[in-house]
């Protein structure tokens, strides 16, 4: 009988519209597929280009969902999070091609993703772009990639953020062939003429270009980068950068890693000729031989001073190079480690003139724990293995200062993950019940989850003690998110994507991410049509 009169309603329900002339169209749109979700502090965005909008989805209290609709721009091309989580990008294309003077521009949105979601700022573009970078430090966001009818693709346009009253800054750097592909922003560096400043470090496919953040319209310095041994132009692969002696303000250098190159560059930020003072610094460029192909670099400090460290996994060998002499000195592994980070501030106890990093590799089990303390006798020769049942393919960090000393190594295959101590050198394993597992880690740094999409099944990982909690909900989960909740408590929205051809379905279950309790979970369906 409850099954009849909910039909009879809804029957009544659509009389009722009928009779008024039907439903807006909002209400017929799809939500477009492939579906974008962003995990944010507070929030999780789902991205609805069709309404132009985004709904941000956050928990008030105990396991309520609330659903916000934020506008913005027409056609959505890209939604990034800052590396904090705490604000949303959204870049948009707008209407094209303009036919009215109304109508919309290209545009860049952000949003704060805190537990109370709102739009900050809007910047209108005068072309549609499509490649963003956000400032790990947040203070600029810059869009590149052209898509227009007349490209420019050397143009950057740089967004000062926390300034919604300021344009954008169109610029467009020297190239000689090259368009931008990946964008560096550098830490402040201390230079011979002028105050410390940042750097906007744009690679092109066969250039490098410096750009004065301080003073974006000052004339960019473009590094022409050697030729291969085939005569092509050479391609940069990944840069570095390093301040040098807090007190020398003539050390500051970058380092390019060439594409299947053994040499690298060592840029210095040095003074600049008598002739030109107003410039900040003058480029002189180093190339040194590491004996093979690197596959990473870092800057890292040793007892005996600066090294530029370069992995040169098929020689199974890391190669130091002076960057002031670009004199060389090789390492022997026993396993062909590709990859490395610096782990010295997450070390409890950390040494107080030198780095340590943590070696990985995707082709080869186990970590190694690179010491850079000694530079004479057996000069850094502290390399301690440590083996594990699985290689390496991602190393993920854990933040907040509580929790720093781990880290969670994943593989690109194996049904399990280990959980790393750097204080202790010990790794714990965690198995699973199959391959394919995503792992995350809370925004607080107190627990890890792992979710195999396309099922309904889940964990969380209580970091202080590796604790798990396996759960099952009743619908395939395509996301899971741990978020702040309003109370100042802490939720997990577990997301359901359910694509049926010609409609999608978005749903929603909420769960205290303390105490991950089926039993007290809340399904919240339909959220496609909130705010409708």
Known sequence: MKRIAWSLTLLSLGAVVSACGGRPDHWE????????????????????????????????????????PLRVGKNVVRAEASPDRETLFVLSSGVQPRRKPDDERPSLTVISGGTTPEVQARYTLTDPLQGLAIDPEGEWAVVFDAGGVVVNPNELILVKLGTPQADPLPKTIRSFGGRPTRLTFTSELNVPGGAARRLLIVETEQDVTLVDLSEPTRDEVTLILPQTSTGKPGKPAQVDFHDGDPDDPSDARIAIRLEGDSNVMIVELAAPPADEPNKPFKPTVNVADVGGVPTDLAFVQTDGGLRLATLVPSRQLATLVDPQTTVAETVAFKKPYSKMARVTDSVTNKPIQSDVALLWSNSATGVAFWSLGQTSGTPFRSVDPYEIGISVANVKSVPGATRAHLKILESASAPEFYVLDLDKRQSFPMLTNASGFQLSVAPDGERAWALKPGTPEFASITLSDLHPTSIVVERDVTAVYDVARRDAGRAVIALHVVDRGSTTALGATVLDALDPDTAKSRFFPGLIFGGL
């Open 29 to 68: 749109k799809p939500l477009q597929t492939p579906v974008k979700h962003v995990g944010l502090s507070g929030s999780v965005a789902v991205v609805d280009p069709s309404l132009d909008r985004v709904l941000m989805l956050g928990v008030t209290s105990g396991r309520e969902l609330l659903s916000t």
